[in-house]
C-alpha cells in the first residue's frame, strides 16, 4: 500500500514557478508508476504528467510540454512537478496517483492511490 501527500502549492501571478512535491509512504514506492492529475472548478479531472518506476519515461499533456518537469526521487520516496511559466488556465488542484504497473496510461481508473491534492492559483 502507499499513503501519498501533496505539497507546494499556492497563490502566484502568471508567469511565477512552482514546484509541487508528492510525498509517499511504504517501502515499494519505488516499484510504481506516478502521475500528476488536476482538476479545476467545474471541470473533469485532467491528466498532467506520468513518470515511470526508474523516472526514464515520462510523459505530458500538451498543454504542459515544455513548461512542466515531472521527476522523482526513489531514494525520498517522492515525486516532483516543477511547473515554469504558469498560466492563469493552470489554475486547480493538482493530485498524484501512483499504479503498480509500469506502463503509461493517462486514465485516473487505472491509478489505485491518490493524495489529497493542492491548490495552486495563477492570477492574470
Known amino acids: 500500500q502507499v499513503q501519498l501527500a501533496e505539497s507546494g502549492g499556492g497563490l502566484v501571478q502568471a508567469g511565477a514557478s512552482l514546484r509541487l512535491s508528492c510525498a509517499a509512504s511504504?517501502?515499494?514506492?519505488?516499484?510504481?508508476?506516478m502521475a500528476w492529475f488536476r482538476q479545476a472548478p467545474g471541470k473533469d479531472l485532467e491528466f498532467v504528467a506520468y513518470?515511470?518506476?526508474?523516472?526514464?519515461?515520462?510523459t505530458y499533456t500538451d498543454s504542459v510540454k515544455g513548461r512542466f518537469t515531472i521527476s522523482r526521487d526513489n531514494a525520498k520516496n517522492a515525486v516532483y512537478l516543477q511547473m515554469n511559466s504558469l498560466k492563469p488556465e493552470d489554475t486547480a488542484v493538482y493530485s498524484c496517483?501512483?499504479?503498480?504497473?509500469?506502463?503509461?496510461?493517462?486514465?485516473?481508473?487505472?491509478?489505485?492511490?491518490w493524495g489529497q491534492g493542492t491548490q495552486v492559483t495563477v492570477s492574470s
Open positions: 513518470i515511470d518506476w526508474n523516472g526514464i519515461l515520462t
Open positions: 496517483a501512483a499504479r503498480r504497473v509500469n506502463y503509461y496510461t493517462s486514465a485516473p481508473d487505472d491509478y489505485r492511490y
Open positions: 511504504g517501502r515499494s514506492f519505488s516499484t510504481h508508476a
